[in-house]
């Protein structure tokens, strides 16, 4: 059974950074693509961006291109997502998500397991 748990969300001025960070346990972590979505309130959750399985390869939303990196640590299981710049719209509970592939999709489907999230609240 795999297991992800979110850590580092928190409450931020705009302008300002957080570093997420997803622990994985379980199954092979190392084979797996692997990306964060997020979900504001009363919308639908959303790609936020995604790291194939090696690291060399990562997709970003036109949303978040240029002040959000993701990155993974394969020998910790673990991945990240460096947030800067942020913005009161980036605002939403993020989630972090394993594929059965190791190439990254956009799409919320393409995700056999999930986290509990953790949340971003960017004040104005």
């Known amino acids: 059974q795999v297991q992800l748990v979110e850590s580092g969300g928190g409450l931020v001025q705009a302008g300002g950074s957080l570093r997420l960070s997803c622990a994985v346990s379980?199954?092979?972590?190392?084979?797996?693509?692997m990306a964060w979505f997020r979900q504001a309130p009363g919308k639908e959750r959303e790609f936020v961006g995604g790291?194939?399985?090696?690291?060399?390869?990562?997709k970003y939303a036109d949303s978040v291109k240029g002040r959000f990196t993701i990155s993974r640590d394969n020998p910790k299981k673990s991945m990240y997502l460096q947030m800067n710049s942020l913005k009161p719209e980036d605002t939403a509970v993020y989630y972090c998500?394993?594929?059965?592939?190791?190439?990254?999709?956009?799409?919320?489907?393409?995700?056999?397991?999930w986290g509990q999230g953790t949340q971003v609240t960017v004040s104005s």
């Open positions: 998500a394993t594929a059965v592939v190791t190439f990254v999709m956009v799409t919320a489907n393409g995700y056999i397991s």
């Open positions: 379980g199954r092979t972590f190392d084979r797996a693509a």
């Open positions: 790291i194939n399985w090696s690291g060399g390869d990562t």
